[in-house]
């Protein structure tokens, strides 16, 4: 039979292996061959992998298996003899051994104890033992040699303490003495004296320093001290000046606050333009004078000129350019429109503004609305005015009286002796020369006297010395009567008379005789004014239901205003001689006011005058 | 007959021409010139009408007239004025003057109150 090959059985094919197309089939397991994939072990492992290989089990070669077992029973053997061999050595090293150790142990326990003297035998048939004692023996030595540097370490480091404790506290002279064996310890005092000498200078260095220092120190001190001082007085100053400036912007904010408020609610009408013409402040009060507020005159401060009123426009604008050009106090009265159409007088007063260095910074002022103030002046003028008219009045009717009064007696005796001469010649037949002559003559004395008497009758009329009657009269109705007796001079004059008579005027209760002659006065005056072809117009009003008024108005040359005031003046003239006797107007004055009218003149040069007669409706004696 | 007439005046002159031109016109006129002369003539010749004028020296016209009315309430007295107080004029005639009139004068009116004093008076006493 062919015995089967291994790479056969095991279908290997790596030809590499020593095994592979050999042609002794040996075992290659325990001929020291590497196979079947890295399977190696020892003698047993290779054992149980012989008994279970394919390879033999395949072959089933029993002499291969004898040969084996052969092997195997002769390694077996082999073993028995060494184990036994090696029994026997190691029961002599065991007793060897625990003597050794015990010996060992001994030492080592002596030592521990402190005993460094301790020395064993070293001879020993076990190397680790000789060894062991050698090594107990060398640590024994070594311990004893530690044990005497210990006790001079601690011998130099008590020293050593005792030199830095009296360092310490400040003994700087203290030093290790002596000398030592060990040179660890030699150099430890040698380091530990340079050290402490070191120590000594440095200390001493540095409590000069610290001298120097504390020095530096108490200067700097100082220096801090009265820096600090220094400091602290600046800030004293600092912060009173800061309170003081607070205290002065508070002061000046309280101030401007006060005269804010001052200006803004004072009643007029204040304002501050600057040199460029702009309106740095205007009061509120503005717009209650003006009617327009204070920002459109801030906007717009050409507004002040805008609605100033035409007439009075020049007085503005001239007053204007002056306070701006001229440093000094200015006033001026003007008129303004107000928004609502009203006029308003307002009484201007203005002066520059300059700083303390004088520079010119605007011009402040301040408008006053006296609307009020110039209709309280105008009345009071008016009646100021009819007060001295009144007291002038009754001066000159006292006077008139008294005149008229001188006067009647010697024109009583004129008249007298006139007709005592006319007597004499109406008696006397035999006196036929110049007779018509002298009767002439006489007639014309009684004229003169006649019409001296008319005048001072005239003149106690004024006076209020005649007596009134009163009566329910028609005023349209006296008018006709009165003009009735100066038609034909008016139509010889061509004088045209326009008559506008109110148709239910209320009857008055007056003088009707005085009432003519006042009428009859005026209109007499009026014709006297009007040239030829002129106009006259009489017109007839209800005034309230109080008072009626009858006007009188003629387009002659009018009166000029330095005359007007005189006109009711007696003996008052600005007619030819011997045509008036400058009582006519100041008779009506008179009867006017005693029937409690009154009689109103307007009059304007060139373009003529118009007389207003007022009178009451019921009796008024003034 | 016409009437008795006694001109109390201090003006002169007026006085005696108006007691002429009276006479001229028979009346039975005198003038005089003061109050005392006044008086004295009123108590002497009882006349009919007095003509007193107002403003006399040393004693005002009402004061006259008053002791005229004291002598004799019948005398009629008419009151001359040069200035025509309506005060006064009212005064006079509430003690006893029957008329009053103004200066310069017309005769005509005079002579037509002395007319109407003198019948007064005659139908009074």
Same mark, same amino acid.
Request: net charge negative.
């Given at each position: 039979m062919t015995a089967m090959k291994c790479w056969e059985v095991f279908q290997?094919?790596?030809?590499?292996?020593?095994?592979?197309?050999?042609?002794?089939?040996?075992?290659w397991l325990f001929s020291g061959t590497h196979c079947r994939e890295a399977i190696q072990g020892k003698f047993l492992e290779k054992m149980e992998m012989c008994l279970d290989c394919e390879v033999l089990n395949e072959n089933k070669d029993f002499d291969a298996m004898k040969a084996t077992l052969n092997a195997v029973n002769k390694q077996f053997k082999e073993f028995v003899r060494i184990i036994g061999e090696r029994e026997n050595e190691l029961g002599r090293m065991s007793i060897e051994l625990a003597i050794s150790l015990s010996e060992v142990f001994e030492g080592l326990k002596k030592i521990a104890s402190g005993d460094p003297t301790v020395r064993l035998?070293?001879?020993?048939?076990?190397e680790l033992i000789s060894k062991l004692k050698h090594f107990v023996n060398v640590t024994a030595q070594e311990i004893g040699g530690i044990v005497d540097q210990s006790h001079e370490f601690a011998i130099v480091l008590a020293e050593l303490f005792d030199v830095l404790h009296k360092v310490s506290k400040g003994d700087l002279l203290a030093r290790v003495s002596g000398r030592s064996q060990v040179e660890l310890l030699e150099s430890l005092k040698t380091v530990t004296n340079e050290m402490i000498e070191s120590i000594s200078k440095e200390i001493t260095r540095r409590e000069r320093a610290e001298t120097e220092l504390k020095k530096a120190y108490d200067k700097l001190e100082r220096k801090v001290e009265d820096r600090t001082a220094e400091l602290r007085r600046i800030n004293e100053k600092l912060w009173h000046e800061i309170l003081e400036r607070k205290k002065a912007e508070e002061e000046l904010r309280d101030a401007e606050l006060r005269y804010r408020t001052v200006a803004d609610f004072t009643n007029d009408w204040e304002y501050w333009e600057t040199p460029e013409g702009k309106l740095r402040y205007v009061s509120p009060s503005c717009e209650r004078i003006t009617g327009y507020k204070a920002e459109q005159f801030i906007e717009y401060p050409g507004l002040v000129s805008e609605i100033t009123v035409p007439e009075d426009k020049n007085i503005w604008a001239s007053h204007h350019h002056d306070a701006l050009d001229v440093l000094g106090h200015r006033d001026i009265v003007f008129r303004i429109r107000r928004q609502d159409g009203q006029i308003c007088w307002i009484e201007h007063v203005c002066q520059p503004v300059t700083d303390n260095k004088g520079t010119f910074l605007g011009i402040r002022a301040s408008n006053r609305d006296i609307s009020m103030r110039r209709q309280a002046e105008d009345a009071l003028r008016k009646s100021e005015h009819l007060l001295l008219q009144a007291h002038k009045m009754e001066a000159l009717g006292r006077m008139a009286a008294g005149v008229a009064h001188e006067i009647n007696n010697p024109l009583a005796i004129i008249n007298e002796k006139a007709g005592l001469m006319q007597d004499f010649l109406e008696i006397?037949?035999?006196?036929?020369?110049?007779r018509e002559k002298f009767i002439g003559l006489i007639n014309g004395i009684f004229e003169s006297v006649k019409r001296c008497r008319t005048i001072t009758h005239r003149l106690l009329g004024f006076s209020r010395r005649i007596d009134v009657t009163f009566e329910v009269i028609d005023l349209n109705e006296i008018i006709r009567e009165v003009l009735g007796f100066i038609e034909k001079e008016m139509l010889y004059r061509n004088i045209r008379l326009e008559l506008h008579l109110q148709e239910d005027l209320p009857k008055v209760f007056s003088d009707k005789g005085q009432l003519q002659q006042v009428f009859l006065n005026i209109v007499n005056n009026a014709v006297d004014a009007v040239e030829k072809g002129g106009l006259i117009e009489v017109q007839t009003d209800i005034k309230d239901e109080d008072t009626v008024t009858a006007s009188i108005k003629d387009n002659g040359p009018g009166i000029p205003q330095n005359i007007l005031s005189h006109?009711? $003046?007696?003996?008052?003239?600005?007619? $030819?001689?011997?045509?008036?006797?400058?009582l006519g107007l100041s008779i009506s004055y008179g009867i006017i006011q005693k029937l409690g009218g009154a009689i109103l003149v307007q009059s304007e040069v060139q373009k003529g005058t118009t007389f207003i007669v007022e009178i009451p409706t019921k009796a008024k004696t003034g | 007959m016409q009437a008795n007439v006694l001109l109390v005046d201090d003006e002169t002159e007026f006085a005696l021409a108006l007691a002429e031109r009276l006479r001229l016109r028979s009346y039975d006129a005198r003038a005089v010139f003061h109050v005392e002369d006044a008086i004295a003539a009123v108590q002497s010749?009882?006349?009919?009408?007095v003509l007193l004028d107002f403003r006399m020296p040393g004693m005002d016209g009402i004061e006259v007239l008053k002791i005229i009315k004291k002598i004799d309430p019948t005398i009629e007295v008419i009151m001359l004025t040069g200035h025509g107080d309506v005060r006064s004029v009212e005064e006079a005639i509430r003690n006893g003057a029957y008329e009053y009139i103004m200066k310069p004068l017309d005769l005509g009116e005079l002579i037509m109150k002395i007319n109407n004093a003198k019948k007064k008076r005659n139908s009074i006493s």
């Amino acid at each position: 039979m062919t015995a089967m090959k291994c790479w056969e059985v095991f279908q290997c094919n790596k030809q590499a292996c020593p095994a592979y197309g050999s042609k002794d089939l040996k075992c290659w397991l325990f001929s020291g061959t590497h196979c079947r994939e890295a399977i190696q072990g020892k003698f047993l492992e290779k054992m149980e992998m012989c008994l279970d290989c394919e390879v033999l089990n395949e072959n089933k070669d029993f002499d291969a298996m004898k040969a084996t077992l052969n092997a195997v029973n002769k390694q077996f053997k082999e073993f028995v003899r060494i184990i036994g061999e090696r029994e026997n050595e190691l029961g002599r090293m065991s007793i060897e051994l625990a003597i050794s150790l015990s010996e060992v142990f001994e030492g080592l326990k002596k030592i521990a104890s402190g005993d460094p003297t301790v020395r064993l035998d070293e001879r020993s048939d076990i190397e680790l033992i000789s060894k062991l004692k050698h090594f107990v023996n060398v640590t024994a030595q070594e311990i004893g040699g530690i044990v005497d540097q210990s006790h001079e370490f601690a011998i130099v480091l008590a020293e050593l303490f005792d030199v830095l404790h009296k360092v310490s506290k400040g003994d700087l002279l203290a030093r290790v003495s002596g000398r030592s064996q060990v040179e660890l310890l030699e150099s430890l005092k040698t380091v530990t004296n340079e050290m402490i000498e070191s120590i000594s200078k440095e200390i001493t260095r540095r409590e000069r320093a610290e001298t120097e220092l504390k020095k530096a120190y108490d200067k700097l001190e100082r220096k801090v001290e009265d820096r600090t001082a220094e400091l602290r007085r600046i800030n004293e100053k600092l912060w009173h000046e800061i309170l003081e400036r607070k205290k002065a912007e508070e002061e000046l904010r309280d101030a401007e606050l006060r005269y804010r408020t001052v200006a803004d609610f004072t009643n007029d009408w204040e304002y501050w333009e600057t040199p460029e013409g702009k309106l740095r402040y205007v009061s509120p009060s503005c717009e209650r004078i003006t009617g327009y507020k204070a920002e459109q005159f801030i906007e717009y401060p050409g507004l002040v000129s805008e609605i100033t009123v035409p007439e009075d426009k020049n007085i503005w604008a001239s007053h204007h350019h002056d306070a701006l050009d001229v440093l000094g106090h200015r006033d001026i009265v003007f008129r303004i429109r107000r928004q609502d159409g009203q006029i308003c007088w307002i009484e201007h007063v203005c002066q520059p503004v300059t700083d303390n260095k004088g520079t010119f910074l605007g011009i402040r002022a301040s408008n006053r609305d006296i609307s009020m103030r110039r209709q309280a002046e105008d009345a009071l003028r008016k009646s100021e005015h009819l007060l001295l008219q009144a007291h002038k009045m009754e001066a000159l009717g006292r006077m008139a009286a008294g005149v008229a009064h001188e006067i009647n007696n010697p024109l009583a005796i004129i008249n007298e002796k006139a007709g005592l001469m006319q007597d004499f010649l109406e008696i006397s037949g035999d006196f036929k020369q110049n007779r018509e002559k002298f009767i002439g003559l006489i007639n014309g004395i009684f004229e003169s006297v006649k019409r001296c008497r008319t005048i001072t009758h005239r003149l106690l009329g004024f006076s209020r010395r005649i007596d009134v009657t009163f009566e329910v009269i028609d005023l349209n109705e006296i008018i006709r009567e009165v003009l009735g007796f100066i038609e034909k001079e008016m139509l010889y004059r061509n004088i045209r008379l326009e008559l506008h008579l109110q148709e239910d005027l209320p009857k008055v209760f007056s003088d009707k005789g005085q009432l003519q002659q006042v009428f009859l006065n005026i209109v007499n005056n009026a014709v006297d004014a009007v040239e030829k072809g002129g106009l006259i117009e009489v017109q007839t009003d209800i005034k309230d239901e109080d008072t009626v008024t009858a006007s009188i108005k003629d387009n002659g040359p009018g009166i000029p205003q330095n005359i007007l005031s005189h006109i009711f $003046e007696p003996f008052y003239t600005t007619k $030819e001689k011997g045509k008036g006797t400058g009582l006519g107007l100041s008779i009506s004055y008179g009867i006017i006011q005693k029937l409690g009218g009154a009689i109103l003149v307007q009059s304007e040069v060139q373009k003529g005058t118009t007389f207003i007669v007022e009178i009451p409706t019921k009796a008024k004696t003034g | 007959m016409q009437a008795n007439v006694l001109l109390v005046d201090d003006e002169t002159e007026f006085a005696l021409a108006l007691a002429e031109r009276l006479r001229l016109r028979s009346y039975d006129a005198r003038a005089v010139f003061h109050v005392e002369d006044a008086i004295a003539a009123v108590q002497s010749a009882s006349p009919d009408v007095v003509l007193l004028d107002f403003r006399m020296p040393g004693m005002d016209g009402i004061e006259v007239l008053k002791i005229i009315k004291k002598i004799d309430p019948t005398i009629e007295v008419i009151m001359l004025t040069g200035h025509g107080d309506v005060r006064s004029v009212e005064e006079a005639i509430r003690n006893g003057a029957y008329e009053y009139i103004m200066k310069p004068l017309d005769l005509g009116e005079l002579i037509m109150k002395i007319n109407n004093a003198k019948k007064k008076r005659n139908s009074i006493s």
